[in-house]
């Protein structure tokens, strides 16, 4: 595995929180990499220097959805019969 030196690319702007001059790049087997020392935002880059995703969001591999709080409750409302709008 080759590594090279981690180095700071002039002018780029983080596409996550949009600071200029934060982003390092390096190269891991001849593959570019990119992270934000602001945000911490990271990713790799393809051949036409195009960021790629690491996964696609599936309902297979997302967090499952976190329980309901026991603490809250739902609340309903019902009309006032005594505020009722005169029939026009």
Avoid at 16 to 43: F, L, N, T
Avoid at 67 to 78: E, Y
Wanted: net charge positive; aromatic share 6%.
């Amino acid at each position: 595995m080759t590594t090279s030196k981690k180095r700071f690319i002039a002018g780029a702007v983080c596409p996550a929180c949009s600071e200029g001059d934060k982003i390092q790049m390096w190269d891991v087997d001849g593959v570019p990499h990119r992270e934000c020392v602001a945000c911490g935002y990271a990713d790799t880059l393809n051949e036409q220097g195009q960021s790629v995703p690491k996964e696609l969001g599936t309902r297979v591999n997302k967090n499952a959805a976190k329980p309901a709080d026991p603490k809250v409750q739902g609340v309903q409302f019902f009309p006032n019969p005594k505020l009722k709008k005169p029939d026009a």
